[in-house]
């Protein structure tokens, strides 16, 4: 694991360096509730969904003023509920509960006449901090690695005179491929699925403002 996040950051600090000798920089933070499940194969039993919430920072590094490379690490809570009452007479629920680091690289797609709509779409990587099912905690029984997709699609607002300051508004999915389950079961495999609904603050740094 500690391989896997010098590679990622040793990724993150070069293109921050390219970035910054085109001076096209601009940095973010963001915040937002979120939905999860898990997709399933295999004998499991039925999941329900759970609310969480995500949060961290981004720098994007503009290619053209339509095109920017956006790096982000944040993190997000993934994870499903159990309904006791499709299994047994019990009226108990189970809520997992799982905590990840998310390293993301997202080409973004700006557009529009005043390019305040975007899209983006690229891998991620997620590395497992802990995760409970209630007070238990249960995380050796989940990988401590989770890589997928994520993909988004936002507007943006201006929210100083000078234009150096936006608010963003965005909805971002998350496609986990890799099964995120350590039992040691053939037919059985569980994959991360997420939707978020954030708002991003982003910050100018260094650049011609239309490219905000």
């Known amino acids: 694991m500690k391989k896997k996040l010098i590679l990622c950051f040793t990724v993150l600090f070069i293109s921050y360096g390219w970035a910054q ?16 499940n898990v997709s399933t194969s295999g004998e499991f039993v039925a999941t329900n969904m759970r609310l969480g919430f995500n949060g961290g920072f981004g720098a994007e590094f503009y290619l053209s003023e339509n095109w920017g490379l956006e790096l982000s690490a944040y993190y997000n809570q993934n994870g499903f509920v159990i309904d006791e009452t499709e299994i047994s007479a019990s009226q108990i629920t189970r809520t997992l509960t799982l905590h990840y680091l998310t390293l993301a690289l997202s080409p973004n797609f700006h557009f529009s006449e005043q390019r305040n709509w975007y899209l983006n779409a690229g891998p991620y990587a997620g590395f497992l901090l802990g995760a409970n099912q209630g007070t238990t905690q249960v995380k050796d029984l989940y990988t401590s690695t989770n890589f997928g997709l994520t993909a988004g699609f936002g507007h943006k607002f201006s929210v100083s005179e000078s234009g150096d300051t936006r608010l963003f508004i965005e909805i971002v999915q998350q496609l986990g491929l890799t099964d995120i389950s350590e039992v040691d079961e053939d037919e059985l495999s569980l994959k991360n699925r997420c939707s978020s609904l954030n708002t991003r603050c982003r910050i100018l740094v260094g650049l011609v403002k239309n490219k905000l």
């Open 21 to 36: 000798e085109n001076g096209d920089i601009v940095l973010s933070v963001h915040a937002g509730g979120s939905i999860s």
